[in-house]
């Protein structure tokens, strides 16, 4: 009775730290994502050309714009998907912002009363061009991220390169490429999405050439896929997260992580929350067409496992797995950050599960004890002249081992 006593008592003291698992699915999805959501900065350089007058606007310098997009990356090796509508030359991407610019010149003359009006005629009866007539305009895209370093985190900015894309009329879909190795990605779905599937949409909202957080983190809009679309025989998912712009390009993802689709555009004339992704076999289709295949490294797969053990309460077993990422990927912020916060509930690199081996140690002293006293009372027992129990039965048969 006093050894069971002991047991109940000991065992409070050696009961598990405080849990950290996730509050809902969302949580971690949002934990397996964030590391793979980068933000794109866009520079378009270039003039608008009316071709019925042959008016050129932008000056003797040309129109600069600036604008900002998210991505995600989806191979280890840097690349990376957006909307095509960030990267795009034409109306709906770099064209339509030197429009803009223009436009705001003839508003500031004063020579024209409706900018809307004016744009689509633009669209319509001017280009936008390079420094000579009919050149491309320029364009200059960097990808940024945040990296882990024995110093704290850093902005690690790349230079990236269009590898494909389908017009933002045709899919709205796009794959980039940085001088980058190991970093973190998502797989993507393969299948066709349910309606009411419940997502999230990550990026980086705000208003193009807005400054974006110093840390670079990402933001979280929770939401369902509310309709399946189709646009030129393109599929579309129209969902209920509220993606706002600078969102554009980030993945809408399940609650296992995978990419659904890429944040395509808002609804004309809506004023819900209602937005569109591109759907994830489109981004699909684009990759094969250029023998590009897109899975998750080891080291992705390493840092969902260590995931789902912190989020489990195995903080020892979670430090190891983080350190097993950052040994393949050095600067993998979350797993730093994760490892950190294992740490701090009580994990440690080759610790095993600490409760539990208390635990083990435990129950062995205890089954020591009670032996000795059984032995004794054995000993007494047989020292009063009452019988003790009859010996083991030993047969001939070989006793099986235990499966392991």
Same mark, same amino acid.
């Given at each position: 009775?006093?050894?069971?006593?002991? &047991?109940? =008592?000991?065992?409070?003291?050696?009961?598990?730290?405080?849990?950290?698992?996730?509050?809902?699915?969302?949580?971690?999805?949002?934990?397996?994502?964030?590391?793979? /959501?980068?933000? /794109? #900065? @866009?520079?378009?350089? !270039?003039?608008?050309?009316?071709?019925?007058?042959?008016? @050129?606007? =932008?000056?003797?310098?040309?129109?600069?714009? %600036?604008?900002?997009?998210?991505?995600?990356?989806?191979?280890?090796?840097?690349?990376?998907? #957006?909307?095509?509508?960030?990267?795009?030359?034409?109306?709906? !991407? =770099?064209? +339509?912002?030197?429009?803009?610019?223009?436009?705001?010149?003839?508003?500031?003359?004063?020579?024209?009363?409706?900018?809307?009006?004016?744009?689509?005629?633009?669209?319509?009866?001017?280009?936008?061009?390079?420094?000579?007539?009919?050149?491309? /305009?320029?364009?200059?895209?960097?990808?940024?991220?945040?990296?882990?370093?024995?110093?704290?985190?850093?902005?690690?900015?790349?230079?990236?390169?269009?590898?494909?894309?389908?017009?933002?009329?045709?899919?709205?879909?796009? *794959?980039?490429?940085?001088?980058?190795?190991?970093?973190?990605?998502?797989?993507?779905?393969?299948?066709?999405?349910?309606?009411?599937?419940?997502?999230?949409?990550?990026?980086?909202?705000?208003?193009?050439?807005?400054? &974006?957080?110093?840390?670079?983190?990402?933001?979280?809009?929770?939401?369902?896929?509310?309709?399946?679309?189709?646009?030129?025989?393109?599929?579309?998912?129209?969902?209920?997260?509220?993606?706002?712009? +600078?969102?554009?390009?980030?993945?809408?993802?399940?609650?296992?992580?995978?990419? *659904?689709?890429l944040v395509s555009r808002g609804s004309p004339g809506e004023t819900q929350s209602f937005n569109f992704a591109a759907a994830s076999t489109t981004l699909l289709d684009l990759l094969a067409g250029k023998g590009v295949k897109a899975e998750p490294g080891e080291h992705d797969r390493d840092y969902r496992?260590?995931?789902?053990?912190?989020?489990?309460?195995?903080?020892?077993?979670?430090?190891?797995?983080?350190?097993?990422?950052?040994?393949a990927s050095p600067g993998h912020l979350q797993a730093s950050e994760y490892r950190r916060l294992a740490v701090d509930r009580g994990g440690s690199a080759g610790g095993g599960s600490s409760w539990l081996i208390g635990l083990a140690v435990l129950c062995g002293g205890v089954a020591v004890g009670t032996?000795?006293?059984?032995?004794?009372?054995?000993?007494?027992?047989?020292? %009063?002249?009452?019988?003790?129990?009859?010996?083991?039965?030993?047969?001939?048969?070989?006793?099986?081992?235990?499966?392991?």
């Amino acid at each position: 009775m006093r050894a069971v006593l002991a &047991v109940a =008592g000991l065992l409070a003291l050696l009961a598990p730290p405080a849990v950290a698992q996730p509050s809902s699915p969302e949580e971690l999805a949002a934990a397996i994502a964030r590391p793979a /959501i980068v933000l /794109i #900065t @866009v520079e378009w350089h !270039g003039w608008v050309r009316d071709k019925r007058t042959g008016e @050129v606007f =932008g000056g003797a310098k040309g129109y600069v714009v %600036e604008a900002t997009c998210s991505g995600v990356v989806i191979r280890p090796d840097g690349h990376v998907a #957006t909307a095509s509508h960030c990267v795009h030359t034409g109306p709906q !991407g =770099g064209a +339509g912002a030197l429009f803009d610019a223009a436009v705001r010149d003839l508003s500031a003359a004063g020579r024209i009363a409706d900018p809307v009006a004016a744009k689509a005629q633009l669209a319509e009866h001017a280009v936008a061009e390079g420094a000579a007539p009919d050149r491309p /305009i320029d364009r200059s895209i960097r990808v940024e991220r945040m990296e882990a370093t024995g110093d704290g985190p850093i902005r690690d900015v790349a230079p990236a390169t269009v590898v494909d894309l389908v017009a933002p009329t045709d899919g709205d879909v796009a *794959v980039l490429k940085v001088p980058r190795d190991h970093l973190p990605s998502l797989a993507i779905r393969e299948d066709q999405t349910p309606v009411g599937t419940p997502i999230l949409a990550i990026g980086y909202p705000g208003s193009a050439g807005a400054a &974006v957080d110093p840390s670079l983190e990402p933001s979280s809009k929770n939401g369902q896929v509310s309709a399946r679309r189709t646009q030129d025989d393109r599929p579309f998912y129209e969902f209920s997260a509220a993606a706002t712009q +600078g969102m554009s390009g980030g993945p809408v993802v399940d609650v296992e992580g995978r990419i *659904v689709g890429l944040v395509s555009r808002g609804s004309p004339g809506e004023t819900q929350s209602f937005n569109f992704a591109a759907a994830s076999t489109t981004l699909l289709d684009l990759l094969a067409g250029k023998g590009v295949k897109a899975e998750p490294g080891e080291h992705d797969r390493d840092y969902r496992a260590a995931l789902d053990r912190y989020f489990a309460d195995d903080f020892d077993g979670a430090v190891e797995g983080f350190d097993d990422v950052l040994a393949a990927s050095p600067g993998h912020l979350q797993a730093s950050e994760y490892r950190r916060l294992a740490v701090d509930r009580g994990g440690s690199a080759g610790g095993g599960s600490s409760w539990l081996i208390g635990l083990a140690v435990l129950c062995g002293g205890v089954a020591v004890g009670t032996a000795t006293a059984g032995t004794a009372i054995a000993l007494a027992r047989r020292r %009063e002249g009452v019988p003790g129990p009859p010996p083991p039965v030993v047969s001939d048969v070989d006793t099986p081992r235990p499966e392991r």
